[in-house]
């Protein structure tokens, strides 16, 4: 339970980040280029908004909770993708790639509002059983505040009790460093 | 938008000393072949120390003497470096970091180095990197932290982990260069022995400390989180320094010169 929470949040925030990232650094009419390339189980993200001259390329991290540079152990492939917007002022959603987990497949959208994020939402979670349905009722509210606690801090990196590689996987640093990856 | 985010950032992650390490620069040569090869360096250095220090491979210099202090008449500088800092962080510290007594893995106990060599290797790796003039550097070494800001750049913004909650941040500090080093139980359980008792600390859950320099960022964290009750009130007298303590019990509390949002307790050293 615990796992796949904070492995959800790795996603999510890895998602919020690539997002503010894009928000706050493309200049208008931008060309966007993939922060890290995922080839596992990514189907493309969208992006959504009012933005004028706003360019929908997605942006797919490889790996989130695998580790960046291919040097911690191996693990699901994850990937967390957003769409681009050529503003920080804008507004509408972005969804995310979808991530293919041991317990299925993991969607989640962002919504923006004058250029922050107001919502984050589930578009799809594993179900289909009674554990699963836990999961989903207990982790989704959680990665929503998370990700919105993440995002009000903007905070550039953490630091915390010694973390190992396991512990790594599932980090809000582990998100931030893939987010930065090219 | 401001100036930090127009600047090209890029993050390098290595496994490196049992450790994710990532390196984070910003500035207008991050993607270029020669900073990417001064990270390679920063990378190969850390392995290069781990090689020579590191408890948990039997060939290394630390390894094969199996516990023993190193003669410093015999040993490598880096080695009589680190013998000797050692001693002043025993001293500085009131004798609560004390890594002439600690467990070793192979069993039994001894002289064990680790917890003051992170830091210091970190420190002297990050030295290949100091002259790249218009970039800035967060190298997050497992937790522990060391910044450099160009000047007129925007600080860096480090996260503190909630130890119960490792999703949250328990606060937020701004800092343009030095350290922010933390350590406690979060993650690995009760590591941090009383050197006193050899039993292991548990009054305090985390310690974190910003201050200028790494190495004495992490060891004046672990001392503290070794020492328990008093730990505030001795981070508090330590000059150029700041800490926040959380406790067994979740209280959290700050020294008065803490820079986060946290407000400074006051304490009798204070």
Known sequence: MRRITLWLLATVATVVLLFSYKTSTMGAGGDTSAIASGSDGSTGSSWSGTDAGSTGSGLSSGDTSGGSGGTSGGSGGTSGGSGGTSSGSG???????????????????????????????????????????????????????????????????????????????????????????? | MNLTTELDRRAWVVQVMGLPVSVHLRGPEVHTDTVAERVERVFAELGEMDAVFSTYRPESVLGRLGGAVPDPATAAPVVREVVELCELARARTGGWFDARHLPLPGGGTGFDPSGLVKGWAVERAARHLADLPEHDLCLNAGG???????????????????????????????????????????????????????????????VTVVGPELLWADVYATAAAARGADALDWLATLDGYAALVVDAAGRVRATSNWPGTRAGTQTRAA
């Open chain 1, 91 to 182: 507004n509408g959603t972005a969804t995310g790639a979808v991530a293919q987990t041991r317990w299925g497949p993991v969607q989640v959208r962002i919504t923006v509002s004058g250029g922050k994020i107001t919502d984050v939402t589930a578009v799809q979670v594993p179900d289909g059983n009674h554990r699963d349905q836990e999961i989903n009722d207990y982790a989704v509210p959680v990665l929503r505040q998370e990700a919105l606690a993440a995002q009000s801090a903007r905070i550039d990196t953490v630091s915390g009790a010694t973390v190992t590689s396991d512990g790594y996987r599932e980090s809000l640093q582990s998100a931030i460093d893939a987010a930065h990856l090219k």
């Open chain 2, 144 to 206: 522990d932290v060391l910044l450099r800001t160009a000047p007129g750049r925007p600080a860096w913004l480090v996260g503190i982990e909630d130890p119960d909650r490792p999703e949250r941040m328990l606060d937020v500090v701004e800092r343009a260069g030095g350290a922010v080093a933390t350590s406690g139980t979060a993650r690995r359980g009760a590591h941090i022995l009383d050197p006193h008792t050899g039993r292991p600390a548990e009054a305090v859950r985390s």
